[in-house]
């Protein structure tokens, strides 16, 4: 598929669409998941320390609480929680295994009150409760500030804090976030492996769509293709449920149906022309004929009656072929095959050459006994455009050759002659018709250009084909391709 196709650009951006819109939601539901899974971590360490600061404690409360948070990591190698306590201006407490680099002194400041309707941060706080006794109206509970959570990264490792504490104590608890980010990478991968798979799926479905959205101009491309001279009847069938496409289809078949109609009105007009021309040229010829021969031997009205006579010959060839041509345009051009032998149709050919032209040099290379299915008249008449084309641009003295080779399925005929290079800008418009290149007007070269034209006609109905194979050199070289007619 070449990357200027249509279908692939809109596979290709309809990829990449659908391709930034997951890695957006991708992005957003990554970020999400991140931020609950720290909430959820917040939550944790507010359940673990919010109940041990109803009281005013001592070190070896905390001493005992980080021992059970140690039962709880089940980890004895790499300290999964860390913990520091102050009451009032007094460290009372701060892990063995507290990063070097983590100043407590540095984390942000406790000021409001979870129950602002309880406390005013301007009022003193209420007298701690006594130790031991248990909570009651006498001896509530005091007041919790309001917790900080944040992340800092300490000791070479991600720590997630939590700083919480009461009017009289300040407690931080970090917990390590290696556990929760090996949760989140394999998350992560999780994500990436569904998001390659929804990319390939989406480019999959990508170029289906694109390919089901240009199905209507693929077959109005098939149609084009197909439509010919002998396929003018082609159209494509109305969309019921793609109606942008319906009047575009509409409009090229209303296209094909004005021209199958000019193009059948041309052929009629060429082909009934060319009909009716030929009684009134017969009957012109036969009075010019008996003209001829009744005029005095060697008189100016005998030379004009023969003059005449030539060109009534020459408008007759050129009806002739306006009509055969006519008969090709429609896919009417009557084929009488049979096996024929087409070295002997060259050496007839060649023979009538070296009577027209007897002052050129004509070779011939034939392969006896090639058989082709052909109508043999048409063949003749086709090889003979060719040689009489090669006779007419050719050099004083000049040559011609004829050679066939065999290359399965087909056979080859080459005529070759002697002359002037056709110019590269002309080359195209050989098998115009009425095509003549300023080279023939100039050196007054007789003919309408219809010769080259009928020829390919001819093996084209022949199932051939008939193309110009080189030109330079001095020489021009046309090919001729037959199927073989033993198939």
Request: aromatic residues 6%.
């Amino acid at each position: 598929m070449s990357l200027h196709s249509f279908r692939f650009k809109i596979a290709v951006a309809s990829g990449l669409i659908i391709g930034l819109l997951l890695v957006g939601f991708g992005a957003i539901l990554w970020q999400l998941t991140y931020r609950m899974e720290l909430a959820r971590v917040d939550r944790e360490l507010r359940q673990l320390g919010a109940p041990h600061l109803e009281r005013v404690q001592g070190g070896d409360h905390w001493l005992r609480f980080e021992s059970a948070l140690r039962f709880v990591a089940g980890s004895n190698s790499a300290p999964a929680f860390i913990l520091w306590v102050r009451n009032d201006d007094r460290v009372v407490y701060q892990s063995p295994h507290w990063p070097e680099d983590l100043d407590p002194d540095s984390l942000p400041r406790l000021v409001n009150y979870e129950d602002v309707k309880g406390l005013d941060p301007g009022r003193p706080p209420p007298p701690p409760p006594r130790r031991g006794e248990e909570i009651s109206p006498r001896n509530p509970a005091l007041p919790r500030k309001a917790a900080r959570f944040l992340t800092l990264h300490a000791g070479g490792r991600d720590w997630r804090l939590g700083v919480m504490g009461n009017p009289y104590s300040t407690m931080i608890l970090g917990v390590d976030l290696n556990e929760s980010h090996s949760g989140m990478e394999r998350l992560r991968w999780a994500y990436l492996i569904a998001l390659a798979t929804a990319l390939g799926l989406a480019s999959v479905a990508a170029w289906y769509l694109a390919e089901r959205a240009l199905r209507p101009v693929t077959a109005l491309t098939e149609t084009a293709r197909r439509v010919t001279a002998r396929g003018l009847g082609q159209r494509i069938p109305a969309m019921s449920r793609d109606q942008e496409f319906n009047r575009l289809v509409v409009v090229f078949n209303e296209m094909l149906d004005r021209l199958e109609a000019s193009f059948q009105q041309a052929t009629r007009f060429s082909a009934d022309a060319s009909h009716e021309l030929k009684s009134p040229l017969a009957r012109l010829q036969v009075e010019l004929e008996q003209a001829v021969e009744s005029a005095p031997g060697g008189s100016p009205q005998q030379a004009a009656f023969s003059s005449l006579l030539d060109e009534i010959s020459r408008l007759k060839a050129i009806v002739q072929k306006l009509l055969l041509l006519s008969l090709a345009d429609a896919g009417r051009l009557d084929l009488h095959r049979e096996p024929v032998d087409l070295s002997q149709i060259v050496e007839n050919v060649v023979e009538d050459c070296r009577g027209q032209a007897p002052d050129l040099l004509v070779e011939c290379l034939a392969i006896p006994g090639t058989l082709v299915k052909a109508d043999p008249h048409l063949l003749e008449q086709a090889l003979q455009n060719l040689a009489s084309n090669a006779i007419k641009y050719n050099l004083e003295q000049g040559s011609i050759r004829f050679e066939m080779s065999a290359n399965a399925p087909w056979i080859e005929l080459r005529v070759t002659n002697t002359g002037g290079d056709i110019p590269v800008d002309q080359q195209n418009r050989l098998f115009e018709r009425f095509y003549r290149g300023d080279k023939s007007r100039s050196h007054h070269v007789e003919g309408v250009g219809l010769g080259l034209s009928l020829s390919r006609e001819i093996l084209r109905a022949h199932a051939g084909d008939l193309c110009l194979d080189s030109s330079g050199g001095g020489t021009t070289t046309f090919l001729v391709r037959l199927p073989t007619g033993a198939a």
